[in-house]
């Protein structure tokens, strides 16, 4: 099995600054494409960021500029660095990666449990 867990969230002002972790872990071979997925209350879950193995990026518009994804591979681990918060930020935030638990087994999307980040004065 694998398991992706989260932490950094929290409550931050506006214009406060927060930085998520998810580390993967459990029977993995390899990993594609690692990312942060977001949800605020009564919308639908949204694309943040993404970053593949080799390092290439994309993000959201609404947060370019703003927030800067990483990752280890040798920690399997990525790292999602948000700036200039902003009230609409907030939500869950979810980590999703593609994993490939043996040579011979295809990708497999594997989801955290999400981190609540609330931007409020």
């Known amino acids: 099995q694998v398991q992706l867990v989260e932490s950094g969230g929290g409550l931050v002002q506006p214009g406060g600054s927060l930085r998520l972790s998810c580390a993967a872990s459990g029977s993995i071979f390899s990993i594609n494409a690692m990312g942060w997925y977001r949800q605020a ?19 959201s518009d609404s947060v370019k500029g703003r927030f800067t ?3 280890d591979n040798a920690k399997n681990t990525v ?11 907030t939500a869950v935030y979810y980590c999703n990666s593609k994993v490939r638990r043996s040579k011979w087994s295809p990708y497999d999307n594997y ?3 999400g981190t609540q980040v609330i931007v409020s004065s």
């Open 111 to 113: 989801w955290g449990q």
């Open 79 to 89: 790292y999602l660095q948000m700036n200039s918060l902003k009230p609409e930020d």
């Open 41 to 59: 209350p009564g919308k639908q879950r949204e694309l943040v960021a993404t970053i593949t193995d080799g390092g290439s990026t994309n993000l």
């Open 69 to 71: 994804i990483s990752r």
